[in-house]
């Protein structure tokens, strides 16, 4: 998998943007590295465990740091800062970022849950 030659993260601090030489890049917003985070908190333990998270649509990164040659750890400001991204997920994230998102808020809906922290889903049965 490539290694990114620049990250930038946007003035709103909404996304960031990976650069892969002339050729390649991705724009992967913070919504969405937040809700498909590689900790233990968003993966589980195990296949089967992911926590479904909900109400993201406003965070946004306060800040990134290098985890060694590999990787970045992002801060997020709900507080959320565990979990590596690898430069192989990052990448993966971009490549597959349309059937990700997809199949997020799929999972959303089913949940009958809310991108949005102030929207609450109330179902109704006929």
Do not use: C
Not at 24 to 32: C, K, M, R, V, W
Not at 65 to 71: H, L, M, T, V
Not at 100 to 126: K, M
């Amino acid at each position: 998998m490539p290694t990114p030659t620049r990250i930038l993260v946007t003035e709103a601090k909404d996304a960031i943007k990976l650069e892969y030489g002339p050729d390649g890049q991705h724009a992967l917003p913070s919504e969405y590295l937040r809700v498909f985070s590689p900790s233990a908190e968003v993966r589980g333990h195990g296949k089967g465990q992911e926590i479904l998270q909900f109400g993201k649509l406003n965070v946004l990164i306060q800040s990134i740091e290098k985890a060694g040659n590999y990787a970045i750890q992002i801060t997020f400001n709900d507080g959320h800062d565990s979990g590596i991204f690898s430069w192989d997920y990052l990448f993966e994230l971009g490549e597959n970022y349309t059937d990700n998102w997809i199949g997020y808020l799929g999972r959303l809906h089913e949940a009958g849950e809310s991108r949005d922290p102030e929207t609450q889903v109330v179902r109704f049965s006929s």
